[in-house]
């Protein structure tokens, strides 16, 4: 019972550090197989993130051609006790493209112009922005030395205390 205890306690303090920013560090993969990161902002809706980012962006392209992403929330350098020890939030994620046909696109629009202003209003208009749906799969929160999870999205976002190497035996 104190383990569950425990667990949900990491997912506050999870959701405390993934709700502090309004940009994620996002890192994809070319056609070549390279990798690239970059930062993008973000609307969380649901289980999901959304992107609203161009086209002429590497990230987009990317994006759209291979469907895969991880996106990081890292705790500032500043805040942390140690650098070694940042507590980050990572996921695996799935992306798909929502068209501007699909009921749920100008919602979200919507949404994001309530977050980040009236910018919005213009880059709607702008033929080469996307709007993307980032699905978690998997991820990871490292809370600290010793302090490290699993999380398994497919079973709402179930955590695990990762255990190392020498303790799976």
């Known amino acids: 019972m104190k383990e569950n205890h425990d667990l949900v306690a990491v997912e506050q ?7 502090r ?10 056609d070549d197989g390279t990798p690239e990161a970059t930062s993008a902002p973000y609307l969380e809706e649901g289980a999901y993130f959304y992107l609203f980012v161009s086209e002429l962006a590497p990230h987009t392209r990317n994006l759209l051609n291979r469907h895969q992403a991880s ?15 940042r507590k980050r939030l990572s996921y695996q994620c799935h992306a798909k493209e ?3 046909n699909d009921p749920d696109y100008g919602v979200i629009l919507d949404k ?38 699993t999380i398994d999205c497919s079973a709402q976002g179930r955590l695990s205390h990762l255990s190392r190497p020498e303790e799976k035996r």
């Open 98 to 100: 929502i068209p501007a």
């Open 13 to 19: 303090e999870l959701t405390a550090l993934r709700h």
């Open 112 to 149: 994001m112009e309530q977050q980040f202003g009236k910018l919005l209003q213009t880059l709607r208009q702008l033929q080469d922005f996307h709007l993307l749906q980032l699905q978690p799969q998997q991820g990871h929160y490292v809370a600290g030395f010793g302090r490290a999870f």
């Open 21 to 30: 920013f309004h940009t994620l560090l996002l890192a994809t993969v070319n």
């Open 71 to 85: 996106v990081l929330f890292i705790e500032n350098e500043d805040e942390a006790s140690n650098p070694f020890a």
